[in-house]
Each structure stands twice: as structure tokens, then as C-alpha cells.
């Protein structure tokens, strides 16, 4: 039995949510609430004592890491439809991509939208409830990026991932103008993982993503919105949960 | 046939380096010498246009990365020694903490030995010529930190690397009081991955990884010391090549 601990469908939690649906696994969704620091509480602690989404439940084994919980439904799921090409050079391919996300795209991404949102989220509360909160995050760096959102973060490090932004869709632009697909020919976990962090940047960042600067990124985000699993993900999220992209715990596993 | 580009073995290149070592393949050992920056030369930029070692080349495909190119040797070799589990959950355990090397503990101890080492390095040269070689560099962030090493780092920054690499060194030796190896019973990549920044340490940070504060860790790194493949690789780099662990070019692929 399969359980997935994830946020809505953006960023981190997206990334095994589409696989999962790509795959056609039956799986519980538990959908955590960021807003109000659900996945810091002790229940969650005894999942992942991290306090991070995605993590999945697998018969009681539990898997963190989104890249990692979406490599282990390929080794355990190798039968059904496949996300990582059997090719040893196309896979190496496929990771180069993927860990791009983890090391480099998903943080920029992340500090702009948590500057933009989870900042507003976090100065609903009073600086003593805040710390309360805070006080429960388990990674130290986590406790500094939410503290940094409440204080606002500051302006040099929002105009250096401005430009971290700014080369990885330069960078995304021209891997699609000479090859369909991130890893080459096939639909792969490069493109799911990227997705998770692009899907919705010609909203958030109309200026760098958009039909005239980006075609080619604009026309992939759109092939895999359109992808039969990407619809039914995202008509299977609650109404009241759909988080915009870029979103507040963009940055979470 | 199998080429490995690499400086000596240490950080990541002591990944790959190790992992043929111990699936006992034969391949071509082709070491850079990163004091006169031969991995930003042009004739090497045609194999790895990111002018990063380590770089494999099999049978004239380039694989980049130290962690994608440790996978690939396990997805193309799966016939001699193993160093990957074959139980998927092992596996994502494994993942964890290469992970974890690549995106937190390599960093951190990389800053330190590049402010020890590569600021001495790249003072020798005068302001035209050190620039002269940065422009060479085609990762901005890579410009950056040479520039940062020639400069001085920030001290804050230092600070900073200082208290990662205190929490790294005790988070290993937690795990090292659970586990023989980091994701198990059996030796993996893991091992190896944490091994290529750890070893050393006991000389570079003696006050954080002595016999007496970390026994576990000083224990874990002799025992791969010990380890015939781990032998045979410093027995066969040349010895005016020797690098000192958590050395200069510590952070390349």
C-alpha cells in the first residue's frame, strides 16, 4: 500500500505526485497544509523526523526526498509505464537533470516565492507565536529560511536568484530547442522534476517566461499540462488546497 | 573503454576513482592538475564543456558528475562487485546520502579547504593573469569562487561552513552508531561518497574528527583506508600528484 505525505501539486510534492499518476499506482493522498505548519507537527515528526514533504509510505517502509522517493517507484515499479530510460547513458542523462532541480533551479525558485508568499503567512502571527512555530522546525536552515521570510530576505540574495532564474530558463530554452524531451527522446523524470518548479512561471515570472522569450519552455510546459496524468492530478487536488505555483513550501523535500 | 578524467584522489573525484578501484575495472587514469587550472583548458572544455572534472568517457560517451557517473558504472557493470543494494529501500537509503555529500557536507568542507588552499594558489598570480584564467571559467558561480578564494572569503561565511561541517561530522557519527555503513549492512556509495570529503578530516578539522569525540567516524574512515581498492588507488597516483584531502579544487563535479 502506497501513501503519499505531500503538499499540492508544485514543486517538491509534485514531483512523486505526477509520477505516481504517470505510473497509474493507486495511492492515498494525504494532503498537508503548509499554512498552517502541519508537516512540523509531532504525527508528522514520526513519519519524516525531518519535518520535509514529499514523503511516502510504502507498506510502513518510509521513503524521503523527492528525487529519491521518484527513483524508488521506478526500481520497485518496473512493470508499468516508465519514467527513467533503460538506456545506462539516457539515465545518467536523466540524473544530471534531476539533480540540476535539487542543486540549483528549486532554490531559486523557492526563495523568490517564499519572499512573495509564505513572508505574508508568516507575519499573520505574532513574533512570539512565529517562534513557537519556528521552534519545532528539526533543520536548522529551515528555521533560518523562515525567520529570513517573516524579516524579508535580503534584497542581494533576491536579485542573485533573480539571476539564477533568469540562467536556468536561458538554460531549460536551449536544452528544448535540440531535443524534445530534457533527457533525449522519451518523457522522462528530468521533465517531471523540472516541470515541478517551472509549471507556472509565465505567471510568476512573465517577464522571463512567455510565449515570444521562451517559446520552446512555454510549448513543454503546456505538452505536459496536457498529458492525461497531469490532468487528472490536478482535477483530484481539493478546490480549496490548489496552491499557486512557485508556492510557500516550494522548498521542502 | 573506460577513461577517467580526475584530479587525485580526493573529494569528487576520488568517487569515481574508488568505485572502479573497487569493481576492479580496468580503465585509463588521465589526471588534471588543477594548480595550473588544466581542467579550465580548451581541450578539455570539448570533453566536459562545464570544465569540471571528474569526467568519464566510455567507449567515446562523456559522462559528468561524480554521483551520476558512481550510478552509470553500477547500471552498465552490474556483473562484478556491487556497489549499490539491490533491495529498492536500501537503494533509496543509499540516494539519501549521496545526496546529501553533493547538495550539504561537500560544500561546507570544500569552502574551508579552498580558503586554506586555492587562496595561496591563485595569490601567486598576478591580477591580469589570475583574471585571465577565471575568464576561462564558463560556470558563473565556479568565476565567483575563484575570485572569492583570491580575495579572502567572508569571514561570516566561514563562520557559517564551520558550524555545517561541525553538524555534519556528528550527524555521521550518529549514524555510524546504528549502522556498520551509512546505508546498512553492506558497503555502498554511500560509504564512498561520505568517504571522498571525510577523509582527512582527522588532519584538516582535528579539533571535530578525533578518536575521542568521534570514534565511530575515525574508525569508518580507517576501515575504508584499509580496503585493498582504496590501497591499490593511493598506491598507483603518482606522488608528486598526492593531494591532501579537503583540498583545493575539493568542489568540482
Redesign the interface.
Known amino acids: 500500500m502506497l501513501t503519499l505525505y505531500s503538499f499540492g501539486p508544485g514543486a517538491n510534492s509534485l514531483k512523486p505526485l505526477l509520477a505516481l499518476y504517470e505510473k497509474g499506482l493507486p495511492f492515498t493522498r494525504r494532503q498537508l497544509n503548509p499554512a498552517n505548519f502541519e508537516h512540523h507537527e509531532d504525527w508528522f515528526k514520526k513519519i519524516n523526523p525531518n519535518a520535509q514533504v514529499p514523503a511516502l509510505d510504502?507498506d510502513g517502509?518510509i521513503?524521503?526526498?523527492s528525487?529519491?522517493?521518484c527513483?524508488?517507484l521506478e526500481?520497485?515499479f518496473a512493470d508499468g509505464p516508465r519514467l527513467r530510460p533503460a538506456d545506462?547513458?539516457r539515465?545518467?542523462q536523466m540524473?544530471?537533470w534531476t539533480?540540476w532541480v535539487?542543486?540549483y533551479f528549486c532554490w531559486c525558485v523557492s526563495t523568490i516565492g517564499w519572499e512573495r508568499m509564505v513572508s505574508r503567512m508568516a507575519r499573520q502571527y505574532s513574533e512570539e507565536e512565529f517562534e513557537a512555530y519556528v521552534r519545532r522546525i528539526p533543520l536548522?536552515e529551515q528555521q533560518v529560511k523562515w525567520r529570513r521570510a517573516r524579516a524579508g530576505f535580503p534584497q542581494e540574495m533576491l536579485e542573485e536568484e533573480m539571476r539564477k532564474i533568469a540562467?536556468s530558463v536561458r538554460r531549460l530554452e536551449a536544452r528544448l530547442a535540440e531535443s524534445p524531451w530534457l533527457a533525449g527522446p522519451d518523457y522522462t523524470l528530468a521533465d517531471i522534476c523540472n516541470f515541478a518548479i517551472a509549471n507556472g512561471m509565465e505567471r510568476g515570472f512573465p517577464e522571463l517566461v512567455n510565449a515570444q522569450d521562451t517559446p520552446r519552455l512555454v510549448e513543454w510546459i503546456g505538452r505536459i499540462n496536457e498529458r492525461p496524468a497531469a490532468k487528472k492530478m490536478f482535477a483530484e487536488t481539493p478546490r480549496d488546497k490548489l496552491e499557486r505555483p512557485a508556492q510557500p513550501a516550494a522548498r521542502s523535500g
Open positions: 510504502h517502509k521513503i524521503t526526498e528525487t529519491v522517493i527513483e524508488y526500481d520497485v545506462p547513458y539515465r545518467a540524473r544530471i539533480k535539487d542543486e536548522y540562467f
